[in-house]
């Protein structure tokens, strides 16, 4: 590659703890590489979602880190008519209850969504590597992980090398792809988190809850997979540290 072409990292997040922790990882490693974050970017996605928190948390912390200007939220709700059928889009299917191993978690697949939003991301930093006069390399960097594997056909490693295969093609290499949480389940990647320095109150900028009320419910698939994470690494999580008032 030519040593004057720039090479973007271009994110995905969502402003859950995974896309997260990975955004926070990736722009240590990008500001150690470059020395500042000049091309580092990121994208989330407005997929008429039941409620808007994730996106909001999204937007304060990408603020908070100054990529504001090189935060991009796409609108798709244009496409919610077309993406009905899941719990996460049609506001009269529940939200299930319980964990992700349960049969009725696949009610929070919603069709065709890392499909459509990896589409966009790579249009997206392909446009990115056109704009200077030597043209640049991009990698598109993506969330899944192992624990989404039962459930989210989407996330497993089969799907994400056939994705990469198609970004090759696409865009004549020079857009890549990566899911460099891949093969961790999500206590791994807090571990990740904390070797680049997160502590279990950053995570309070964090929402992982698929329901929209002011403290994260604590019962939804989302909140205990993500409660089980912390327990694994002896962590409180903050969004959750109203369980502690209960009684009994
Ligand atoms: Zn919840």
Redesign the pocket.
């Known amino acids: 590659m030519d040593a004057k072409a720039p090479h973007h990292d271009l994110v995905i997040y969502s402003g859950g703890m995974d896309s997260f922790t990975l955004l926070h990882v990736l722009a240590f490693h990008h500001r150690r590489r470059c020395g500042n974050l000049d091309n580092f970017h990121v994208i989330s996605f407005d997929y008429g979602q039941r409620h808007s928190k994730e996106l909001e948390y999204a937007r304060k912390e990408t603020l908070r880190l100054g990529l504001s200007p090189r935060h991009h939220v796409v609108d798709l709700r244009v496409l919610s008519p077309l993406l009905q059928g899941s719990a996460l889009t049609t506001p009269h299917i529940p939200?299930p209850?319980g964990h992700y191993a349960a049969e009725s978690m696949r009610r929070t697949v919603v069709p065709g969504r890392n499909t459509i939003m990896l589409a966009i991301a790579m249009a997206y930093a392909e446009s990115l590597t056109l704009r200077e006069s030597v043209r640049g390399r991009a990698t598109v960097h993506y969330g899944a992980h192992a624990g989404d594997h039962h459930i989210y056909p989407d996330c497993r490693p089969d799907y994400i090398d056939a994705m990469r295969v198609a970004y090759q093609q696409a865009t004549d290499g020079h857009v890549s792809l990566m899911a460099l949480f891949g093969d961790l389940d999500k206590a791994g990647i807090l571990r990740e988190g904390r070797a680049v320095g997160l502590v279990p109150d950053d995570y309070a900028r964090t929402w992982?809850?698929?329901?929209g009320?002011e403290m994260?419910?604590?019962?939804?698939?989302?909140?205990?997979e993500?409660r089980e994470a912390f327990q694994a690494l002896g962590w409180e999580d903050p969004a959750l540290a109203w369980e502690k008032d209960l009684p009994g």
């Open positions: 939200v209850e992982t809850c698929y329901k009320q994260a419910c604590g019962v939804c698939g989302s909140c205990n993500r």
